[in-house]
């Protein structure tokens, strides 16, 4: 009797644990050595709201995701990006429309882990694209970065300030991933017209988060 209680328990953690599991996606390591020097990535970074219909590779996204917010202290959780009393109140979420090896829908980047968590697997773009006052730039992209605010983290030791400096995190993260995308040669624009609410919505963000910026990257046309 209790052995098969104990073979059921050990079925419902094994069965759990393989949901969980399934639901991380690995992502290729990052490369920290690249083809173009900062200088050249500063002088020929623009705004780029046109884009091929290619898809992104994963290898592509990982360095992306990497630039903007990836661990390169491990032992102190240190990021690519500055924040105030390393709080961390930014997440990036991804609207994934055109990327080797993902479904369309939406992630959540898990910077510790260099992974990404599926959120929900469905088409998304058209109702982000209509959030966004459709600015042919989301609708064209391979994947739409979303970099979310979670206010709770910082400002329980920084009070109001901590919302400025969530924003100003948000900035560092954005020219991160602009930078990166233009060393690999893909295009970016960040976006600030958009409906916050309706975002929130497509994505069902608790209520004290806020999304800040939109990234559509998508590749270059020939
Ligand atoms: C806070 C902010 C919001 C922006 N919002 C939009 C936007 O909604 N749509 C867009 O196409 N470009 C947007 N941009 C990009 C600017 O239009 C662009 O940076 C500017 O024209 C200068 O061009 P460059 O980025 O190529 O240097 C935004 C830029 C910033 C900094």
Same mark, same amino acid.
């Given at each position: 009797?209790?052995?098969k209680i104990?073979?059921? &328990?050990?079925?419902?953690?094994?069965?759990?644990? $393989?949901?969980l599991?399934?639901?991380l996606?690995d992502?290729?390591?990052?490369?920290l050595k690249?083809?173009?020097?900062l200088?050249?990535a500063?002088?020929l970074?623009?705004?780029?709201?046109s884009?091929?219909k290619?898809?992104l590779?994963?290898?592509e996204?990982s360095q992306?995701?990497?630039?903007?917010?990836?661990?390169?202290e491990?032992?102190r959780?240190?990021?690519?990006?500055?924040?105030?009393?390393?709080l961390?109140?930014?997440?990036?979420?991804?609207?994934v429309?055109?990327?080797?090896?993902l479904?369309?829908?939406i992630?959540k980047?898990?910077?510790?882990e260099?992974? &990404?968590?599926?959120v929900?697997?469905e088409?998304?773009?058209?109702?982000v694209?209509?959030?966004?006052?459709? $600015?042919s730039?989301?609708?064209?992209s391979?994947?739409?970065?979303?970099?979310v605010?979670?206010?709770?983290?910082?400002?329980?030791?920084y009070?109001?300030?901590?919302?400025?400096?969530?924003?100003?995190?948000?900035?560092?993260?954005?020219?991160?991933? &602009?930078? $990166?995308?233009?060393? &690999?040669?893909?295009?970016?624009?960040?976006?600030?017209?958009?409906r916050e609410?309706?975002?929130?919505?497509?994505?069902?963000?608790?209520?004290g988060?806020?999304?800040?910026y939109l990234?559509?990257v998508?590749?270059?046309?020939?």
């Amino acid at each position: 009797m209790l052995s098969k209680i104990a073979l059921k &328990l050990f079925l419902i953690l094994f069965l759990s644990s $393989q949901v969980l599991a399934s639901n991380l996606i690995d992502l290729p390591p990052p490369k920290l050595k690249g083809e173009m020097s900062l200088e050249e990535a500063l002088s020929l970074r623009r705004s780029i709201r046109s884009y091929s219909k290619e898809a992104l590779s994963l290898e592509e996204l990982s360095q992306l995701l990497w630039a903007g917010s990836g661990i390169t202290e491990p032992r102190r959780g240190f990021r690519t990006a500055p924040s105030a009393g390393a709080l961390y109140p930014i997440d990036i979420y991804l609207f994934v429309s055109r990327v080797s090896g993902l479904k369309e829908g939406i992630y959540k980047y898990l910077p510790k882990e260099h992974k &990404l968590e599926v959120v929900r697997l469905e088409p998304v773009l058209r109702r982000v694209y209509e959030a966004a006052l459709w $600015q042919s730039s989301i609708f064209e992209s391979a994947v739409v970065f979303a970099l979310v605010a979670f206010y709770d983290r910082i400002t329980w030791k920084y009070g109001q300030r901590g919302v400025m400096y969530a924003h100003i995190e948000c900035g560092h993260i954005a020219q991160n991933v &602009l930078l $990166q995308a233009t060393a &690999l040669k893909l295009g970016a624009v960040p976006i600030g017209a958009f409906r916050e609410e309706e975002i929130a919505k497509i994505m069902n963000l608790p209520s004290g988060s806020e999304v800040i910026y939109l990234i559509p990257v998508g590749k270059l046309r020939h």
